[in-house]
């Protein structure tokens, strides 16, 4: 069964507005932690931002921030102030267990398109 | 050195040939891991190295696959009798023990299989 669902394939928001990424994920685990990583057409992975399970509050980076709603076991990236920049494939990733020996299960990913 | 770094970058191969794709972790980082990333997909997992623990091969493909990691540092992953759908880019990433740092990626390999 897949772990983290990404039902965006591909969206697409005007500069300087705000962008939401939705992500679900799927686990009996209490302890877990949920990454985003952005990587642009050169390929490389670019970790965002990190939300544990047992953080009260949602996290925040700069101009991202990501909307965690435990109980329905969602972990929405949230984008402010969209530059051009982030155009780019954005994957929502999980770890499953209370160390970062395992490994993250990642979404499909969304297709970000920033335009002017 | 200052991120993980992958080598070769590009790997063209002929069906049935063995390759190998190596990874140079961040000094220091004592969990490996393996991913691959067909096509316009996410990241599959393949492998991890934590410590001086066992591996977990619980991702690789098929038996033609096998990685190493020597002296709890550089790995190694091997294709042997490589087929075309192992075309694909090959990821390695390494995190410290702890959990809430992000996994750094290396640029990977990309390899084509004709």
């Known amino acids: 069964a897949q772990k983290i669902t990404q039902t965006q394939p591909g969206m697409f928001v005007q500069e300087k507005e705000a962008v939401t990424l939705d992500c679900t994920y799927d686990?009996?685990?209490?302890?877990?932690?949920l990454f985003w990583y952005k990587q642009p057409s050169s390929g490389e992975m670019i970790f965002l931002i990190y939300?544990?399970?047992?953080?009260?509050q949602n996290a925040t980076e700069g101009r991202y921030s990501l909307n965690f709603q435990k109980a329905r076991k969602s972990a929405n990236l949230v984008i402010s102030a969209s530059q051009l920049g982030d155009s780019a494939m954005y994957f929502c990733?999980?770890?499953?267990?209370?160390?970062?020996?395992?490994?993250?299960?990642f979404g499909k990913g969304t297709s970000l398109l920033v335009t002017p | 050195g200052a991120g993980v770094s992958q080598s070769p970058s590009n790997k063209v191969t002929e069906k049935g040939k063995d390759v190998e794709l190596r990874c140079d972790p961040i000094s220091g980082h004592t969990a490996l891991y393996w991913y691959r990333q067909s096509l316009g997909q996410g990241l599959e997992f393949l492998i991890y190295f934590q410590g001086n623990s066992a591996p977990d091969k619980s991702g690789l493909p098929s038996d033609r696959f096998s990685a190493e990691r020597t002296g709890g540092s550089v790995s190694t992953l091997t294709i042997q009798r490589t087929q075309q759908e192992d075309s694909a880019v090959y990821l390695c990433?390494?995190?410290?023990?702890?959990?809430?740092?992000?996994?750094?990626f290396g640029s990977g390999t990309r390899l084509t299989v004709v």
């Open positions: 990433a390494s995190t410290e023990t702890g959990g809430r740092e992000g996994y750094t």
């Open positions: 939300q544990g399970s047992y953080d009260e």
């Open positions: 990733a999980m770890r499953e267990g209370a160390n970062s020996g395992y490994a993250l299960n």
């Open positions: 686990t009996s685990d209490q302890s877990y932690g």
